[in-house]
């Protein structure tokens, strides 16, 4: 069973439809699957529902789809840093699902895990809860969130070898195994495939099950905000 | 004489008790990293990392370390790194001991709102309504008053909430009040200011 | 001459296809991985593993490398460590392509009885009722009929369920059948066995 | 804070009460916190509920405190290689609450996660499900099972740092994760204390955050099952 495709054309063929739900994983520009994102604007593909934290900036991440209006619908809890999402946002273009960024996470992880749906207190008595289930155990409130089953998981690692076991860098790792984990098809692309065995497997923090297809490429990984301290004289 | 900013960040950093996991957020929390002394404070930042270091030297930025507020920083030697899943697995369990957040506008029974203005603004909610839901303490630092000299201490909010009675303490340039039975209490006031000028300037109900 | 232990093993490894993610139960189950052949098969072992190999050479076992029956086993090249409820999320999931279980009794709707007889034998469901209620192809493999002769296909199962309408196929001794609308449907016979010799030793619906 | 400990016994000083909730890595003899047990046993605290999936051996593991009879309730999915256990189980000396195992990994992880609740397909149908509320999502039945929250985690790693930040090894690691994760408190046993800074910070399973206080010591790491093959000659 070949998983390591070519590119992300190839990796992405057959799995694109009109409507579909794709989770992506990302926080912000860090971490998120570039080259999948570029492959999903060039095909076209339209009013997409996309699960995702944050939507990256204008020009960069998930905005190069919302710049071309493929986006019907997002599933997230940041809308910041991108002028045009809060633009098609408040100009009704855009659908927007408001979710806390915990339990969106979760959600993706539960919809993976086979979990339909679970209690958090997180916004209870806000407009999150509206129109969601609210049960009270020992005394607290919580609100019924349901879990995310998606069409399509768009991820990126930092490697993997080629039964899709990944592994992700610092930070970068973020949503990327929830968002693995809750789609029917997973696409990954990381910076480097290496050899069966040079992974420690006590250190793989994505088995390959749940990897169905894999690239290799050339990462931009764009900066949002560089921040720096001065350096002490010596 | 009311606090300024960084004076407000370093009353908050008197919040802080050594051994604490403290999630801080964007602005004036950020600040709170400065005044920690000799305390053991490990940061949580929610995209994924437990023991967050200062920002990285010019030249030695890396796009794959950032905090919530997508800037660069570094990594200590008691760091780790984790999933969102579990980064908000830990601040709902309750493994976060406190968070310290801005805010638009603390009600008296300590709702919270942060995320939006209707048709105007709106940010996300990101990792707020988590935090608040989850830490076991949620100490708020902001001006007492906003621009146009309006109490931010209110008997109801009026914005879209972050969390409902949820709020512990509040620290703003006039002074700290805790949220209790009835409504706010002044636990302390800033150099110089007087109880009187918070009453004037606090429109929530001050309990004594 | 119906199958012995080792040709049901090699009639289950038939179901597997190259690629798949397989969690094998104890006892015949366990048998399957030797007849695998040529396909790229990752079995998973529920306590947290994916990619296990075979039993270790004298000398080599490792108290911490063993499989969920608590054997000593080893390591591949491909092989990943994860805790219990990642492992469990993969199952619920429908991440593993299928699990092929021993059982007490199948009824011909699918049920399936394997963790206890009441007042003599608990073992426990261990992982079972998640495998069954999780994994996309439920194969069971056992004999066709108990010791005392009794088929263990039954109408309806006597023994608390482990699942509901959650078996597949089934390989006996006699041959393989599925679970379809209105009952087990004969699939294929045992070398030397009839669809007469099956249907006697069946207490559940036959439908063809 | 000083979270690491001279032994097992001083680490749970003040910690154990008569009648408490104690939740235990391990699954069978592999990965157990056997000094954390002897010394529990040795402090004589009594009725105690123990969440883990098996209860050791008769004379190894969990399967101590059974037969000293120090506990009330095990909560479980897994009876067999103990034949004590299943004997005052039985003769009904011992409350018993089964758990298929997927579920009680999984109620822990919750309870620590502050789900209070969630919505599972496993034991639909059974026994198990007996009392407990059943919703369907898209079709399909699920029964609600509750988080887990333990007055104390009894834990066993490979290495710490004094932070707590945890590693385990290969199917050592197991339900100890989830354990941690869901006490109050969380008292963790390994093999090696190392310095700060000589564990990846990417390779933590385990953040300090879930762990107050540690030990390092001495493991008999008992081998349930011996299983070989031979040797090919050559």
Known sequence: MKKVYDNATEALDGLLHDGMLIAAGGFGLCGIPELLISAIRDSGVKDLTVAS?????????????????????????YVGENAEFMRQFLSEELELEFNPQGTLAERMRAGGAGIAGFYTKTGYGTQIA?????KVFDGEHYILERGIFADLSIVKAWKADDTG????????????????????????????????????????????????????????KRIEKVTTRQREEA | MAWDRNQMAE??????????YVNLGIGIPTLVANYVGDKDITLQSENGMLGMGPFPYE?????????????????LNRT???????SFGMIRGGKIAAAILGAMEVSEEGDLANWMIP??????????????????????????????GESKLLKSCTLPLTGKGVVNRIITNLGVLDVVEGGLRIVETADGVTEEEIRAATDATIVT
Do not use: W
Request: one cysteine or more.
């Open chain 1, 53 to 77: 934290n944050n939507a990256g900036v204008d020009d960069f991440g998930l905005g190069l789809l919302l710049e071309t209006k493929q986006v019907k619908k997002m599933m997230s809890s």
């Open chain 1, 130 to 134: 509206e129109g969601k289930e609210v």
């Open chain 1, 165 to 220: 076991n990944l592994v992700f860098r610092k930070t970068a790792r973020n949503f990327n195994p929830a968002a693995a984990m809750c789609g029917k098809v997973c696409v990954v692309e990381v910076e480097e495939i290496v050899p069966r065995g040079s992974l420690d497997p006590d250190c793989i923090h994505l088995p390959g099950v749940y990897v169905h297809r894999l690239i290799e490429g050339q990462h931009e």
């Open chain 2, 11 to 20: 009353r908050a950093a008197q919040e802080l008790e050594d051994g604490m």
């Open chain 2, 59 to 75: 030249g030695e930025e890396d796009p794959d370390l950032i905090n919530a507020g997508k800037q660069t920083i570094t990594e």
């Open chain 2, 80 to 86: 780790s790194y984790f999933d969102s899943a579990m």
């Open chain 2, 119 to 148: 048709g105007k603004l709106v940010k996300g909610m990101g990792g707020a309504m988590d935090l608040v839901a989850g830490v076991r303490k949620v100490i708020v630092v902001m001006d007492h008053t906003n621009k146009a």
